[in-house]
């Protein structure tokens, strides 16, 4: 799965870390058997709901539920399942709220919030509502996560998700369709490309489909909203912000100035850019049209459509809530959102992505220690996947539809040799935790030893962790 | 001579076409890959930019089929898939990029002619040439590339308005041309053999660019004649006209291994083998190595290091070049750096099998069985700017045994050595280039044990800063077979088959220097 590279939304303001302290990330979660269950259980149910209809419609169908079930259940082997903690409860107690101003909704819904970092919720028809972690760094308030949840809610209510999986069950069944396949398949002269225009227009037909759908999801989602405490313009605010998500806001970072330590000088020769890509000045052709596969409609015309409904249907109202708790707790669930992130990006060993999303969070937030012992701990286990060569597993290469600061992040990494990266993760360390002051940071230190040489140093803080620690995650990687 | 055979595999896959993606690339279904169809595309420095794949999509009609030129850039990231119609007796041949425009190069199975056609950055088509019918030894080059995975580049770039084509052509022997084409293949000019020449002449074109053209040229006397010498032409690349022509011989002969443009200075510098004035290139073994300075105007400097005298200082080697307790040694690359230091890197060989067993079966008539060769470790000699030699140093790898038939050993080593070129018997593979940052890359395959069971690896002699050092990298050991493909500089592309999955992984690995 190529890595999605972030594109970056200002915070609602800068928050310091806590003192001293630093953050600590949750845990992992990799089974549950509540959450398995409930996804097979659902898998389950939807089939025994076709079981009347057509034979093939019914077989297409339940081959997208088992599709459906399978994603989420290597989501949850992935690692990208968040069922419990802090952030669950906050986007839980926002959706309760949904619920309780709307009590004709059924409330079998169920919250899944995913690490990946796309600026994206959706549903699926098994009632799993998923909130991704990337979409609660880009809102400015509870009240905009509560339309985007009154408005996949909606999508449920209304079916949109059973209905689109029917029109395509119904697509691929229908006799004369059956037809044209029985005859491309069998063509002697350009039969594959006929089949492969066949599914292309399947794709094509249920974004349509799916596009349509938005417009009746905002629609239903700001009724559903407006019953709540939430303040209303924060709804078509959401446009605004979703409309301005593929501009790139990253920084473009100071190379020299993050790494140069006056024990290790930085090299301009680590700079050496030849650009994005050797086939920069040929076209870059997408296979398929961009327009023909958006599912959401154009943000601006929702936002007008939003305007028009709320001044018609609900003239003067502009008050309410921004935030369910407070702001700060929302200003809280925002930097943990995006230190998340920056953890799970580690986790699944996108050592590349963890370090640029650790660097971009440390302009907002530059004392937080977290961060910057992400930093130099991937920059220890890049150093370490290149000794064991296997730097082209874990690094990825510049492409053109890339951030540039990204790219030249990436750019720099690959001008460096295996014992200059140790280096640089050495010294960012001793620049920016001095001392261990938690297991994260012990362990980046010792692997940062480790790999840049200093075997001594390394022993001694294995021995540290090792007694601080002796149930710590760490533990395989340091023997 | 047009002995240009790469060793590397090279793959396409049937069905959907692998994405290769920065970083990693993984294809399913991958029913079977065959050693044609992609390769990397290489710039006028002979830098990898990129890389194409071909592949067929569909029978179109009757007389055409459907085919994707898939484009990824040097970071493996997918640029461009162009559809492209053509007739099915259309064979790929090759693809090559200038910076503006793509000239493909096929050939009509039916008709027995060449065909280049040229594509712009949008992949549109410009125009398409064919060529008259081929013949001689053209044709026989173009049936072992449809028959076989021998692979001889025809196309270079020269700058952004054109192309190079070389082809073998028939003179009163065989002889050559080489013409330049601008994007619209419009033929600018045409260089080559004399129709009357009485020899058997084959160019290679060792170096292209804006201003020259540099071919090296084999020429001998007889199909079978081993009495070859070369000549190094130099033709301007704006009118084809020629600048220089340089017989490699003089009271010896010269035989180019590496050669180097310095366009400020208008000068060469070529590198290799040298033998005696009587002696056969190929067949009888070098006096030593040479260096030969050559301006425009055809001034010429020449040293030597011969195996009796400069080379004998630093390590023990017999007149005839064997190395003591080692072999002979093939050189495949010779490379000068900016501060004027010259490396040479080969690899050690060795004869395992005594001729006279050889010739008792030849007396018997009785088959003996084969004759058994060893390679062995690669070889780096340095020379200073004066080309003074100043180390040898071996590499170590695993000695692998060659069966070659019955009476081989009787052969002369420089033929061994050619032979075992041409046939990709040497672990060598590719080198690649940095021009801007003067670095070189010189990857060999290779296999040892550790813990009891075999460990394939890429290893890797890299010229850097004036100095040689060595990497490897080590591959999947549960793979079922493995492709190596040169990449950008400083990096190998390493493709791992898992045939029980159907799966190849691919990736992009950086050598550690």
Redesign the interface.
């Known amino acids: 799965m ?1 890595a999605q590279v972030l594109l970056f939304a200002a915070a609602s303001g800068t928050v310091s870390a806590q003192s001293g302290q630093p953050y600590q990330p949750l845990p992992f979660l990799t089974e549950s058997e509540s959450f398995s269950g409930l996804v097979t259980e659902r898998y389950e149910s939807s089939k025994s709901e076709v079981a009347a209809l057509d034979k093939r419609v019914r077989s297409h169908m339940e081959g997208t539920f088992g599709s459906i079930q399978e994603i989420y259940l290597s989501y949850l082997e992935e690692g990208a399942c968040m069922l419990n903690g802090p952030i669950y409860s906050h986007v839980f107690d926002i959706l309760e709220e949904v619920f309780k101003a709307n009590p004709e909704l059924r409330h079998d819904k169920t919250l899944l919030i995913s690490r990946f970092p796309e600026f994206n919720a959706f549903v699926t028809n098994n009632g799993v509502v998923t909130v991704f972690l990337g979409l609660l760094t880009a809102l400015e308030s509870d009240a905009q996560l509560a339309f985007i949840l009154c408005h996949e809610i909606a999508h449920l209510e209304m079916k949109h998700a059973d209905a689109r999986i029917r029109a395509q069950a119904e697509r691929v069944a229908d006799k004369q369709f059956r037809k044209e396949v029985r005859t491309a398949s069998r063509q ?6 006929r089949l492969m225009e066949l599914a292309r227009e399947i794709g094509f037909e249920a974004a349509r489909h799916q596009r349509y759908k938005e417009s009746e999801a905002d629609s239903l989602g700001l009724e559903y909203f407006m019953k709540t405490r939430f303040y209303s313009p924060d709804a078509v605010r959401n446009m605004e912000i979703l409309d301005s998500i593929d501009f790139d806001r990253s920084t473009m970072l100071n190379l020299e100035q993050i790494f140069h330590h006056d024990s290790y000088p930085f090299s301009k020769d680590w700079l ?1 850019y030849a650009g994005a ?3 920069a ?5 997408m ?1 398929f049209s961009i327009d023909s596969l958006k599912t959401h409609p154009d943000c601006l015309e929702r936002k007008e459509m939003l305007e028009r409904i709320l001044s018609s249907r609900f003239p003067g109202r502009s008050d309410g809530l921004r935030f369910i708790r407070s702001e700060q707790d929302f200003i809280k669930l925002n930097r943990m959102a995006n230190l998340e992130i920056a953890e799970s990006y580690y986790r699944w060993k996108n050592y590349d992505l963890s370090m640029y999303y650790a660097l971009q969070l440390l302009e907002q937030y530059p004392d937080e220690k977290y961060l910057h012992t992400m930093v130099g701990l991937n920059m220890a286990q890049l150093c370490a996947a ?2 064991r ?13 890339q951030p540039e600061s990204f790219n030249r992040m990436l750019a720099f990494l ?1 001008e460096l ?2 014992r200059e990266m140790g280096e640089l993760a050495y010294w960012y360390l001793e620049k920016h935790v001095p001392e261990p002051i938690d297991e994260r940071s012990t362990f980046a230190k010792a692997l940062a030893a480790k790999v840049s040489g200093r075997t001594g140093e390394f022993d001694s803080l294995k021995k540290v962790y090792l007694k601080n620690y002796p149930n710590g995650e760490f533990i395989e990687e340091l023997n | 001579m047009k002995h240009f055979f790469t060793l590397i595999c090279l793959l396409v896959l049937y069905g959907s076409p692998a994405e290769l993606i920065a970083q990693k690339a993984t294809a399913d279904k991958v029913k079977s890959f065959r050693v044609t169809d992609a390769n990397s595309i290489v710039d006028r420095n002979n830098e990898v930019t990129g890389y194409y794949m071909w592949y067929w999509v569909d029978r179109k009609d009757k007389k055409n089929n459907a085919y994707i030129l898939r484009i990824l850039d040097n970071n493996t990231n997918l640029v461009q898939d162009i559809p492209i119609s053509l007739p099915k007796t259309y064979f790929f041949l090759e693809c090559s990029f200038n910076g503006e425009a793509f000239a493909l190069l096929f050939f009509d199975r039916a008709k027995k002619s060449l065909i280049m056609q040229t594509l712009d950055k949008s992949g549109k088509r410009i125009k398409s040439h064919t060529f008259p019918k081929s013949k001689g030894q053209e044709l026989n080059v173009m049936t072992a590339r449809i028959k076989s995975d021998y692979f001889a580049r025809m196309v270079y770039p020269t700058d952004e308005n054109g192309f190079i084509l070389t082809r073998d052509v028939k003179n009163s022997k065989l002889g050559y041309s080489i013409e330049a084409y601008d994007n619209q293949m419009k033929r600018v000019w045409q260089y080559g053999s004399k129709k009357n020449s009485n020899m058997f002449e084959m160019a290679e074109v060792q170096y292209t660019s804006d201003k020259y053209v540099v071919l090296s040229v084999m020429k001998k006397p007889g199909l079978l004649s081993r009495d070859l010498v070369f000549d190094l032409i130099v033709v301007d690349a704006t009118n084809g006209n020629e600048i220089m022509a340089k017989k490699m011989m003089d009271k010896e002969k010269y035989g180019v291994l590496g050669l180097e443009v310095d366009e400020e200075k208008e000068e060469m510098l070529v590198v290799g083998e040298y033998y005696g004035g009587s002696d056969k290139i190929f067949y009888d073994k070098s006096k030593g190595l040479f260096l030969m300075n050559i301006k425009m105007d055809g001034t010429t400097k020449v040293t030597t290091n011969s195996w009796v005298r400069e080379i004998k200082k630093v390590v023990r080697v017999s007149d005839k070049g064997k190395i003591e307790d080692g072999g002979y040694i093939a050189f495949h690359k010779i490379i000068r750096t900016s501060d004027g230091s010259v490396f040479a890197i080969g690899e050690m060989f060795k004869k395992t099998v005594s001729g006279v067993g050889v010739a008792a079966s030849i007396i018997t008539r009785e088959n003996q069985g084969l004759s058994n060769f060893k390679i062995m470790d690669m070889v780096v000699l340095k020379f200073d700017p004066e080309f003074n030699i100043t180390s040898f140093e071996t590499i170590e790898k695993k000695d692998r045994t060659v069966h070659l038939p019955a009476g081989w050993e009787t052969v002369s080593v420089n033929l061994i050595a050619t032979h075992f070129k041409v046939g990709g018997y040497f672990d060598y593979y590719f080198s690649t280039t940095d021009k801007d940052r003067d670095r070189h890359f010189i990857t060999y395959l290779s296999s040892d044990r550790s813990d009891g069971k075999k460990q394939t690896y890429v290893g890797a002699i890299i010229i850097d800063e004036g100095e040689y050092s060595t990497d490897r990298i080590e591959t999947d050991r549960g793979a079922t077979s493995l492709i190596v493909l040169p990449a950008k500089s400083g990096h190998v592309m390493i493709g791992e088959y898992y045939k029980k999955a159907k799966k190849l992984e691919a990736r992009l690995e950086k050598y550690d220097f």
């Open positions: 190529i002697t002269y350009g039969g594959r490309i050496y890509s050797s086939m000045s040929v076209e870059y052709n296979r290149y000794q060569r296997e730097l082209g597993k874990v690094l990825g290469y510049t492409s053109m539809d690959h040799r295996s």
